[in-house]
């Protein structure tokens, strides 16, 4: 009897194409909508109550990922396969949802904890796709946004420039100039993992001049920081890697609180971080109110309790400008745990990763993610595409077996695949 040889009867014809792009248009419709991005802000002419409170943006989200779900292979939600920091997502996931007991916006609350649940599930679902290039996806993103916002600021600035306080700096295709300054800086590391390329060379210096056109001095100040990490934390090995970041961490702790003042005249900014440093002691009072468990999850900016904080303040907002704040005061102490475990489960996967590239992004990613954690954006909430970046990368080695198209296996690593 003649048989066909196993590397003929094994060879991989690669993923379906039609299936490949609708993901691509899937994701990076999704990825849009959650960070209000060109659509929202267009046809409500950038009014961002209307833009948030909008049902028509917040059905169609779900729409896409109900798509997304359907068309792809679910992945296994047992306990016993998933890892820990899986477990983790899921188990904070449910003190969410049993925190609208205590909280005293019940609705919100369990509105926004069952969100939060549709988000960490789809995160899950695309992390675990093997056919989801997250990289060239997230590429494609922010080279649409980089395109529409400077064509915005340059030919419509009565939509792509700032108007008030702010007036004349760079918001482009968002609601404000924190949000692309913030968007840019988190995505920026997927040219600056390979500066060899001359295309990606170019795209960062396209997005770092948007980020110094919108004003954002967080966004300005970290994404120098991981340019400057990017020339050469390829050629570190990862324990002198990890030592070097832990330094590094202690001496801009050390160095900020004692020239602070002085760093922030450098950059022509006041020292009190427009006013977030007032905010942050304001809200210490309600996280000591509540240390253990919190107001439930967004239940504070949703209750009376909040125009306490607004009292001797001139402005007022909807989040704490400090992911750890909020954290504190969506879950107390107990999610700040569960949330630091999580982010060091993170950080020693992507240290894990081969692959070169990847790992340079994950470890840029993780970096500005936590530095823009400190001033700018809220982490562990739906909506959050830096929570989403960073479930890709925890679970990038725990996908399943990747082979490239026009591949063949030995027989070793089919019976490892399989």
């Known amino acids: 009897m003649k048989y066909t040889p196993y590397t003929e009867v094994l060879q991989y014809r690669g993923p379906n194409p039609f299936r490949t792009i609708l993901n691509d248009i899937l994701i990076i419709s999704y990825l849009l909508l959650i960070t209000n991005a060109f659509f929202a802000p267009v046809l409500f002419n950038y009014e961002q109550d209307e833009v948030e409170n909008s049902f028509f943006f917040k059905i169609l989200k779900y729409i896409i990922l109900l798509i997304f779900i359907t068309i792809n292979k679910k992945p296994s939600l047992s306990i016993s396969n998933l890892s820990l920091g899986n477990r983790l997502f899921f188990l ?22 069952i969100q939060f649940v549709f988000f960490v599930y789809f995160c ?93 001095s967080a966004s300005l100040i970290t994404s120098t920081v991981i340019f400057s990490l990017s020339l050469f934390i390829k050629k570190i090995g990862t324990k002198k890697l990890t030592i070097l970041l832990i330094m590094l961490f202690t001496f801009s702790i050390l160095l900020y609180n004692n020239y602070y003042d002085i760093f922030f005249k450098m950059l022509g900014k006041s020292e009190d971080l427009t006013g977030r440093v007032k905010l942050w002691e304001n809200l210490s009072d309600a996280i000591y109110q509540k240390p253990f468990f919190g107001w439930g999850y967004w239940g504070f900016w949703k209750s009376s309790a909040k125009m306490n904080v607004f009292s001797d303040m001139d402005w007022v907002t909807g989040k704490a ?24 489960y993170i950080f020693m996967n992507i240290l894990k990763t081969d692959d070169k590239n990847i790992r340079a992004f994950g470890i840029l990613t993780f970096i500005s993610t936590f530095i823009l954690c400190l ?15 960073l479930c890709w990368l925890m679970n990038y080695n725990n996908q399943i077996y990747k082979i490239q198209p026009g591949n063949t296996l030995n027989l070793e690593n089919t019976i490892n695949a399989i």
Request: aromatic share 12%; net charge positive; glycine share 6%.
């Open 124 to 216: 899950y679902n695309i992390s675990k796709n093997k056919n989801v290039d997250l990289i060239k996806i997230l590429k494609y993103y922010v080279i649409f946004v980089l395109l529409a916002s400077y064509l915005f600021y340059f030919f419509v600035p009565s939509l792509g420039r700032m108007t008030g306080f702010h007036h004349g700096l760079a918001r482009g295709v968002f609601l404000h100039k924190n949000v692309l300054g913030t968007i840019l800086t988190t995505i920026l590391p997927v040219f600056l993992c390979n500066l060899k390329s001359v295309k990606n060379c170019i795209f960062v210096v396209i997005t770092l001049s948007l980020i110094y056109l919108s004003g954002s």
């Open 92 to 113: 904070i996931s449910i003190f969410y949802c049993f925190s609208f007991i205590w909280s005293e916006a019940k609705l919100e609350t369990l509105t926004s904890a």
């Open 321 to 344: 400008h400090n992911a750890f704040l909020d954290i504190l005061l969506s879950g107390g102490l107990t999610l700040l745990v569960l949330s630091l475990v999580l982010l060091i």
């Open 375 to 389: 001033t700018e954006i809220s982490l562990l909430q739906h909506n959050s595409i830096n929570l989403l970046i």
